[in-house]
C-alpha cells in the first residue's frame, strides 16, 4: 500500500552525499497546521506563543514536502516544491513521471541546473484529471534523476470530480 513508506528509505550514508533536499521548517509547520485548520489553542501549545494564519491559508499540499498528497480534488491543480542541492560539482536534474491512473501530470521546470552546493530551485506541478477516481486515492511517483542520485516523491491524489 502506498500510504505505507514515504519518499525514500534512510540510507546512512546516503544521507552525507543526498544530492536533493526538500527544505522546510517552522513557519512551513504553521501553515500547514492553520490549512487543517488547527485551533489558535493547539498552535500555541506547539508555538509556545500565540499564532496568527495567513488569510488566505496556504493550502496542505504546498507543503515543500517530498510527498505529494491531495485529497477530496475536484478539478486541475498546481503545487509548488523548493528543493536544495547538496552535491559537489554542477549537475542537472531531470524529472520523471509515473502517471497516477486518470491524471496528467506537469513539470515545470522539467529540468533543474543546479552550479554550486546550497542553491535553491523551485518548480511547478500541475495535476490535471480526466477521470474520477470514484473515492479512492490513485498513486503514481515523481522522480529527479542526475545520472547518480535518485530523488522520488511519492503521489496520491483523490479525484472525486472534475
Request: charged share 15%; with cysteine; aromatic share 12%.
Amino acid at each position: 500500500m502506498p500510504f505505507d513508506y514515504g519518499s525514500k528509505h534512510i540510507s546512512p550514508t546516503g544521507v552525507l552525499n543526498s544530492g536533493l533536499v526538500y527544505d522546510f521548517d517552522s513557519h512551513e509547520i504553521i501553515n500547514f497546521l492553520c490549512s487543517t485548520e488547527a485551533s489558535p489553542a493547539q498552535l500555541k501549545n506547539l508555538t509556545g506563543e500565540l499564532v496568527h494564519c495567513k488569510n488566505p491559508l496556504t493550502p496542505s499540499y504546498n507543503l515543500d514536502y517530498p510527498s505529494i498528497g491531495v485529497a477530496n480534488m475536484n478539478r486541475s491543480l498546481s503545487l509548488y516544491r523548493t528543493v536544495t542541492y547538496y552535491g559537489k560539482d554542477p549537475t542537472v536534474y531531470v524529472a520523471s513521471i509515473d502517471y497516477p491512473a486518470g491524471v496528467e501530470v506537469k513539470v515545470t521546470l522539467a529540468k533543474l541546473k543546479f552550479t554550486k552546493v546550497g542553491e535553491k530551485m523551485s518548480f511547478r506541478v500541475d495535476f490535471i484529471p480526466f477521470k474520477n477516481s470514484n473515492g479512492s486515492f490513485v498513486f503514481g511517483s515523481l522522480t529527479w534523476s542526475n545520472g547518480i542520485h535518485r530523488v522520488r516523491s511519492p503521489i496520491g491524489l483523490n479525484v472525486v470530480s472534475m
